[in-house]
């Protein structure tokens, strides 16, 4: 289990990750947030904690139709 803490767009508290802010959004089906899985990866995510989230494609990364 990984203990990182940090800024971003999550953190480990500790018990679990928590998630506050997306990567993109993602542009096909319901427009949602959606989030770097390289990024998380590389600071320790699992593949149970990525498995839960809308993944950007590298095209979605920072985009917003807000």
């Given at each position: ?25 993602k542009r096909t ?5 959606c989030y770097n ?15 839960r989230l809308p ?12």
């Open positions: 289990m990984s203990t990182f803490r940090g800024s971003g767009p999550f953190e480990f508290d500790g018990q679990r990750w928590v998630v506050s802010r997306p990567a993109g959004t089906g319901m427009t949602q947030g899985g390289i990024e998380l990866r590389n600071k320790g995510a699992s593949d149970a904690f990525l498995s993944i950007c494609t590298p095209d979605e990364i920072g985009y917003s139709p807000w």
